[in-house]
Nanobody, 111 residues
């Protein structure tokens, strides 16, 4: 299993970023996918997931601001992040449940 995350960067409060995760080494269409994040000094936390059927779930802290989606043909899962605030600063990890992780991509939101 390989998960390659990209799209992180520096953005100002209120801005947007789109993260992408390229998946390989498993049957993508049969698996749920998720995004987690880990802020400095904090534990890794759930952000959003999307089932093989396309159902989505979000952490309360990002609901209404973030959107998870998947491209079946390209084997990618994306996280569109809008209205970013400083509390969203973290390393974001792509996940294939339960325990396959990408390398993480850093999102920094400046005030």
């Amino acid at each position: 299993v390989q998960l390659q995350a990209s799209g992180g960067g520096l953005v100002q409060t209120g801005g947007s970023l789109r993260l992408s995760c390229a998946a390989s080494g498993f049957i993508f269409k049969y698996n749920a996918m998720a995004w987690y994040r880990q802020a400095p000094g904090k534990q890794r936390e759930f952000v959003a997931n999307i089932t093989s059927g396309g159902q989505t779930n979000y952490a309360d802290s990002v609901k209404g601001r973030f959107t998870i989606s998947r491209d079946w043909a390209r084997r990618t899962v994306s996280l569109q992040m809008n209205s970013l605030n400083v509390e969203d600063t973290a390393v974001y990890y792509c996940n294939r449940p339960p325990d396959s992780w990408g390398q993480g991509t850093l999102v920094t939101v400046s005030s």
